[in-house]
């Protein structure tokens, strides 16, 4: 490594004091297996990921439909990483496509008895997620569908893609719609007699995946729940109206073949059962969980392997080696069998972590961590040291626990500190700011810097206002309900001024919450409002919100006379800074009165721009927001082109050319 490039070694300090990457949790949850996770070492347990892959391409390529389903068993102790597998499975999937991915979390099924209807439930909600074409997985194969359907009614239709589709598809039911056509009955009929086992309810249901307005409708429909009648009879599907959770156990395993039907014919399937080991109640025939998900395996293994699967379904199940030998092997009727086709009755066994495998661990981590900071390490390990985890490695432990031995040994060697307290206070404030992440969206700390850079002032005049008090006590406080963050009082031209200060960097309805507040001066005693927020989350706000109304109340000469202060990073980083500094001055043997007595020296807070213009006479000017005009886009969303011709093949080809 350039080590002349590298970050200065007090700012990697810094950034190492403030913050532990490792001490986060080390249990893989649903939420990692879905959203971004953990850091993956590939080479870690590559041979059981390897191993499914193989498994799907097998299901993918073979000509034999005796074997397009099989199954693999996964052991490992707890933390050897069991989910991480699931976890890489998924964000390769999603990364590179190849296959559709369905995770059934085992510690959600709240009752056993249902457990078929409730893996339609976990189908739906998988399919739910983002597939590598950033769309729903539901909405990749409604968009192949879709392809057929307009290449059945018309040839020479352009082979549109999934954003293409989702962008124009309520368009187009809209202007048949309007000339008394129905733009679903015919697309539908068209795939269905492209696939005349597939049941025709599901296929629409998939179909509607495609609208914005009813997708949500249609997935609610295919994981097995009611819809209302007039929703139902909107969409073409029968309404499920009172049905008992019995009925749906008992049609659930055929809703369920019927949709990975339709979904192998374009991907494999990879169903991937996870935490069975739980201990939730047991069935009322008193099974317990994990014979119940293995019954459930060989259930849908039986069942698909008699059925019409395209591209293959691959079924993984992971679970610990004690699980396997006494609860799974003894079971009858060809079970073990069914969980571990693909490795002809055994399971994927995981390894410990290695010396090798321990370095790539925390190497990844790290990486995470110093470039989300924009930082460069002169070692890439730093603070550990090579040797130091390679020995480690030899230990055979679980991921779990040398991911929890690296947060104990997250730490760094801190010399001496200065002698002269003035170079203590500014090592404090390099330090500190250095490591400062994730603070622009912290409503409370933006509050508490600037509420603490005020007291710094109390006793001086700045922009005309001789700040004389500082209180974070805004009352009525319940009425308040900490939307005024905090008030600055003292006096301007022989005037007393009392500025209410609200730091609201969050959603649209909180801002609303607090600007109602902020304006109204005479409930919570003010002279003047200042909304802090950042200029790019004003200019989100559309001139026809709510919010904007309110900020025009605040801001106007003939109203409230209040002001926005532009949230700028470069103005409020310094303040955290120091506010930081005086809550941790202990750590740098300094006392209070010695910070505030640095922070005026060398007035850090005195020349603050952000303090300065919250303080400073409001312009009377409302900020840029956006000027979009939404009725206009109203108008082009809900008044398609209209369509002169009458054949189908010609109304689809000249809709979906000027669109």
Not at 161 to 182: E, G, M, Q, T, Y
Not at 257 to 265: A, T
Not at 282 to 295: F, K, W, Y
């Amino acid at each position: 490594m350039d080590n002349s490039a590298a970050s200065p070694i007090e700012v990697l300090n810094a950034a190492i004091q403030s913050h532990n990457p490792f001490s986060k949790t080390r249990i893989v949850t649903e939420q990692d297996v879905w959203g971004k996770g953990f850091p993956d070492v590939p080479t870690l347990n590559k041979h059981a990921s390897d191993a499914v892959f193989q498994a799907v391409e097998q299901v993918r390529t073979s000509q034999s439909s005796q074997e397009k389903v099989t199954s693999l068993a996964i052991t490992a102790q707890p933390g050897v990483g069991k989910s991480h597998i699931l976890s890489r499975l998924r964000h390769r999937l999603e990364r590179d496509g190849g296959a559709s991915f369905v995770y059934a979390s085992v510690n959600n099924y709240t009752d056993l008895n249902l457990i078929k209807y409730q893996f339609q439930q976990t189908l739906a909600n998988s399919l739910s997620y983002t597939a590598n074409q950033g769309v729903m997985q539901w909405q990749e194969v409604a968009s192949a569908m879709a392809n057929e359907g307009l290449k059945a009614i018309n040839a020479d239709a352009p082979s549109l893609s999934p954003a293409n589709l989702l962008d124009r598809f309520d368009k187009v039911c809209a202007s048949w719609a309007a000339k008394n056509k129905s733009f679903m009955n015919t697309l539908s009929q068209k795939v269905c007699q492209t696939k005349p086992n597939a049941d025709p309810y599901i296929v629409r249901a998939v179909l509607w995946t495609l609208s914005k307005i009813q997708s949500a409708f249609a997935i609610r429909w295919l994981s097995g729940e009611e819809l209302d009648k007039s929703k139902a009879d909107e969409l073409g599907l029968p309404a499920n109206y009172g049905k008992t959770n019995q009925d749906r156990e008992a049609e659930a395993l055929n809703t369920v073949q019927q949709i990975l039907n339709l979904v192998s014919y374009y991907n494999p399937v990879i169903i991937c059962f996870d935490e069975i080991d739980v201990k939730n109640n047991s069935t009322d025939d008193g099974l317990p969980t994990e014979m119940v998900i293995a019954d459930l395996v060989k259930r849908l293994h039986d069942t698909l392997h008699q059925s019409e699967l395209g591209q293959g379904v691959v079924i993984l199940t992971v679970m610990l080696p004690d699980t396997w030998t006494q609860k799974i092997k003894p079971m009858s009727g060809g079970t073990p069998a069914r969980l571990s086709t693909h490795t002809k009755g055994k399971p994927i066994e995981l390894n410990f972590i290695d010396s090798n495998s321990m370095i790539e661990i925390v190497t990844l981590w790290l990486k995470d961590f110093y470039e989300f900071r924009q930082l460069k390490p002169h070692d890439r390990l730093y603070p550990f040291e090579e040797n130091q985890l390679k020995e480690y490695g030899k230990k055979k432990s679980t991921v779990r626990e040398a991911l929890t031995w690296c947060e104990e040994n997250f730490k760094v060697y801190r010399p001496a500190l200065p002698e002269d307290p003035l170079e203590r206070f500014e090592l404090a404030f390099r330090e500190l700011e250095s490591g400062l992440v994730d603070y622009m969206e912290n409503n409370s700390i933006i509050a508490k810097a600037l509420c603490f850079g005020f007291e710094t002032l109390k006793g001086q005049t700045i922009e005309g206002v001789l700040i004389e008090e500082v209180t974070t006590e805004i009352k009525p406080k319940a009425k308040n309900n900490d939307c005024i963050n905090f008030k600055v009082i003292g006096t301007e031209n022989g005037k007393i001024v009392k500025i209410g200060i609200a730091v609201i960097q969050s959603s649209q309805n909180e801002l609303v919450a607090g600007l109602r507040r902020l304006i109204d001066y005479e409930r919570f005693d003010l002279t003047r409002g200042c909304l802090v927020r950042s200029q790019a989350k004003i200019e989100t706000i559309k001139k026809t919100a709510q919010a904007y109304k309110l900020l025009e109340q605040l801001v106007s000469p003939q109203e409230r006379g209040g002001e926005i202060a532009d949230l700028i990073e470069e103005q409020i980083r310094p303040l955290i800074a120091v506010y930081s500094v005086c809550r941790k001055c202990r750590n740098y043997n300094l006392n209070e009165e010695q910070v505030l007595d640095f922070i005026s020296q060398k007035q850090l807070t005195f020349d603050n721009p952000l303090l300065r213009e919250i303080l400073s006479d409001p312009s009377g000017q409302m900020p840029v927001v956006d000027d979009e005009d939404e009725r206009q886009l109203l108008e082009d969303i809900f008044n398609p082109p209209t369509i002169d011709n009458t054949h189908e093949s010609d109304d689809l080809s000249d809709l979906f050319s000027e669109l």
